[in-house]
T-cell receptor, first 116, second 116 residues
């Protein structure tokens, strides 16, 4: 079946603008994660959804970042008043409900955000 | 809190030679351990994982890793590499029982460059 998809693949914006990044998880996966990968770094956890609710948003860097998953499937990461330091690849991953077992997270190809 | 250290940012190796990519971690609680591979312009793909049991874990594409609790290491090995193994490799941990979030904490990655 289809994997995790992310749109757009590339986004160039100007400092101060608002952007939305979209993630379509694998069908049936109730857990959804957002990570941010800056140049030369490993992915950094941002937020985790279990169903529609954000179960862990401890990785969001500040209140300019917000994410939603209104129907428990597609998720949107929203960044307000973008700054040049927000430039990175934003990765989305999904998995089956973690429960007591650790389920594999399947990653999308990412959205490369460039803030000029 | 957890942290992951991949000391080697790049490992050059000739085709058919063995390779070891090093990973050390720090954590005050027990962790699950993972290796992910990222091929150019593709999403992260799980190579292998250690949850419990035998400390030697075998993964896809002929890779294996050994968990050493006393040295807090999880080094990745392959006895004979191919050109197609050229990619970025990330070590990651996830705290056991971490509120069932299963968020991943990644190292900075090691670029495996296989030369003919």
């Amino acid at each position: 079946g289809a994997g995790v998809s992310q749109t757009p693949s590339n986004k160039v914006t100007e400092k101060g603008k608002y952007v939305e990044l979209r993630c379509d998880p694998i069908s049936g996966h109730t857990a959804l994660y957002w990570y941010r990968q800056s140049l030369g770094q490993g992915p950094e956890f941002l937020i985790y959804f279990q169903g529609t609710g954000a179960a862990d948003d401890s990785g969001l860097p500040n209140d300019r970042f917000f994410a939603v998953r209104p129907e428990g499937s597609v998720s949107t990461l929203k960044i307000q008043r973008t700054e040049r330091g927000d430039s990175a690849v934003y990765l989305c991953a999904s998995s089956l409900t973690p429960g007591l077992a650790v389920n594999e997270q399947f990653f999308g190809p990412g959205t490369r955000l460039t803030v000029l | 809190a957890q942290s992951v250290t991949q000391l080697d940012s790049q490992v050059p190796v000739f085709e058919e030679a063995p390779v070891e990519l090093r990973c050390n971690y720090s954590s005050s609680v027990s962790v699950y351990l993972f290796w992910y591979v990222q091929y150019p312009n593709q999403g992260l793909q799980l190579l292998l994982k250690y949850l419990s049991g035998s400390t030697l874990v075998k993964g896809i594409n002929g890779f294996e890793a050994e968990f050493n609790k006393s040295q807090t290491s999880f080094h990745l090995r392959k006895p004979s590499v191919h050109i197609s193994d050229t990619a970025e490799y990330f070590c990651a941990v996830s705290p056991v029982g971490g509120g069932a979030t299963n968020k991943l904490i990644f190292g900075t990655g090691t670029l495996l460059a296989v030369q003919p």
